[in-house]
């Protein structure tokens, strides 16, 4: 079945950058756009972006452009999501979802903390 | 950027009953918007997309409709799972959220 297996928890001081990543399985992972969804938590969900992991374009959200860098690795099915310059409102719950009608199947989160 | 408003923000109710979530875009985007329901701990999950298309393995109570800047999301018999909160999403242009709606048990 499709499986979106995310990377663990990191705890980030300010201004540092953090790397999550995402390994599908279960399909073919250049068929499919990902997606990258932020929660903070107690909040609701906030759109980042997107990645075609068939040719690398990249389209991101306004206000994550310049911060926000999304790549993919199509040797090992991993899509990443680097978010730099980081700050404490930046403590959320990241997620990648593919995207099949809507984002039909979603990885586990991971919770990335940003503190001093 | 294309604002999307859900109302209520929080709704109680009762097992058994028929329950509407109202989604409103700040414009047009034709028919471009999804349903998804989040319980506590846990990634959010497609119910609907295509504003009335059923994500396989939905149960049939679950419907959507709507096109342009209203839609709706009606559970027809509320069910003890069913308590959690609901986002509607639009993909017209880029990708947003709404602010989500609590199902709370009444």
């Known amino acids: 079945q499709v499986q979106l297996v995310q990377s663990g928890a990191e705890v980030k001081k300010p201004g540092a950058s953090v790397k999550v990543s995402c390994q599908a399985s279960g399909y073919t992972f250049t068929d499919y756009f990902i997606h990258w969804v932020r929660q903070v938590p107690g909040q609701g969900l906030d759109w980042m972006g997107w990645?075609?992991?068939?040719?690398?374009?990249?389209k991101y959200a306004q206000k994550f452009q310049g911060r926000v860098t999304m790549t993919r690795d199509t040797s090992i099915s991993t899509a990443y999501m680097k978010l730099s310059r980081l700050r404490s409102d930046d403590t959320a719950i990241y997620y990648c979802?593919?995207?099949?009608?809507?984002?039909?199947?979603w990885g586990q989160g991971t919770l990335v903390t940003v503190s001093s | 950027d294309i604002q999307m408003t859900q109302s209520p923000s929080t709704l109680s109710a009762s097992v058994g009953d028929r329950v509407t979530i109202t989604c409103r875009a700040s414009q047009s985007i034709s028919a471009w918007l999804a349903w998804y329901q989040q319980r506590p701990g846990k990634a959010p999950k497609l119910l609907i997309y295509d504003a009335s298309t059923l994500e396989s393995g939905v149960p049939s109570r679950f419907s959507g409709s709507g096109s342009g800047t209203e839609f709706t999301l009606t559970i027809s018999s509320l069910q003890p799972d069913d308590f959690a909160t609901y986002y509607c999403q639009q993909y017209n242009t880029f990708w947003t959220f709404g602010q989500g709606t609590k199902v709370e048990i009444k």
């Open positions: 979802a593919r995207v099949v009608g809507g984002l039909d199947s």
């Open positions: 990645i075609n992991p068939n040719n690398g374009h990249t």
